[in-house]
């Protein structure tokens, strides 16, 4: 199993100067590294039997860059630019590999048919990051002992363990990057046991889940998680602290802090985002067995009217976050086919047409809750077809119940959830 354990550095003046220095000179070589790949791109690609209209290479075709090519050129980059010889070498050739991954995934699509993204060339403070690829190993550039991390060129710097590393897990790699509010290191820790996931046929419990904008989730329990909007309310603030920015001359020292500031309060929006997820996602984890969710096309979503509300929610986020804590704990988070769950009755499977300001389901076979509450039933019910299991999530509810079932809101600061 492998964990990332990220920790606060507290580097000495000359030492943050330094790294700084080595997260400029590896976006250059970022930079110059991605233009060669490009200019081969370009280059080549009219056919070599008819010419293009539009362009048409003049002088030598370069080879055609890729990883152990570029990695062999180093030596020659450090006689041109001595400089780089300050950089510790696992550095630059981590760099050059993460530019390979980037440059594959953007040609070569996955087991998914998907591809990524152009690699983008990277203006300044944009790489603000470097790893040591080898940790506490005779070769390694970084090595931990206690609270102090020792970095090959550039020296002991002393490390905020506000957590123990956990036992039986190995230091692999280090990676040191630069946020808004300071150093951090990230440790990527290995250990050879995996949690094994309980069996299929011994799950007691299941819940299915349904995200929105109206509430952050409603389970096939009847419980809600409000949705605590960190953007939106923090707007002001931020349209403040830019409006400052603005009125100020471009470049100047006090243009630099208030940028500062801006990019600390976007940072602490971040981070409130990301602790809420982990605590509804340990919520869950702690009371079921089993969480059904829906497979959702975020991307397609984030293109509406509703795009600022559906990134506020990080619904993404929060499910990957999700199924990593399920791994974690041993418990299941299994995607489900979304299409019409909102719309078919989870009592007698009818369809009941509802727009999207229709918040309540009210079937002719007498069920009447919430639609979010209706679209969770249904979607752990087909998760439970596709798995072959046979107890009833929904908990019997059906067309007996009383109309009108509202759910019930969850408060995850109470005592009674915050010990889960």
Known sequence: ??????????????????????????????NYALGQRLDWLNRTRSPVDRCSIVLEPIGEIPG???????????????????????????????????????????LMPDKNGKKGGRPRFKKRGDLSSFT?????????????????????????IEVILHRPIPEGFSLKQATVLHKADGWYVSFSLEDGTVPEPLPVDEIKSAVGIDVGLEKFLATSDGQAVE???????????????????SRMQKGSSNYQKQLSKVARLHLHIARQRKEFHYQVAHWLCSLY???????????????????KSILDAAWGAFLNVLQAVAVKRGKWAV???ARGTSIECSSCGERVEKTLKDRV????????IDRDWNSGINILNRVQRTLGLAFAGCRGLGD????????????????RYSEA
């Open 64 to 106: 055609r860059g890729d990883y152990y090519t570029q990695a062999s050129e180093l030596r020659q980059t450090k006689q041109l630019f001595p400089e780089y010889k300050d950089i510790y070498a696992d550095c630059q050739q981590q760099n050059l590999m993460r530019l390979d991954l980037a440059w594959k995934r953007w």
């Open 289 to 307: 067995d089993l969480i059904a969710f829906e497979d959702l096309n975020i991307k397609g979503l984030a293109r509406t009217r509703l795009a």
């Open 400 to 415: 007996t119940l009383p109309v009108n079932q509202q759910l019930s809101f969850v408060n995850l600061r109470s005592p």
């Open 335 to 337: 995607e489900g086919n």
């Open 1 to 30: 199993m492998l964990l990332t354990y990220q920790y606060k550095l507290n580097p000495a003046p000359e030492q943050a100067a330094t790294m700084a220095l080595w997260g400029e000179l590896l976006r250059r070589h970022w």
């Open 361 to 368: 389901h009210s079937c002719n076979c007498g069920l009447v």
């Open 132 to 156: 040591f690829p080898r940790v506490n190993s005779p070769k390694a550039g970084a090595h931990l002992t206690g609270n102090v991390l020792k970095l090959s060129k550039i020296g002991e």
């Open 227 to 245: 949705i605590p909007q960190f953007y939106r309310k923090s707007q002001r603030q931020l349209a403040r602290q830019q409006r400052k920015v």
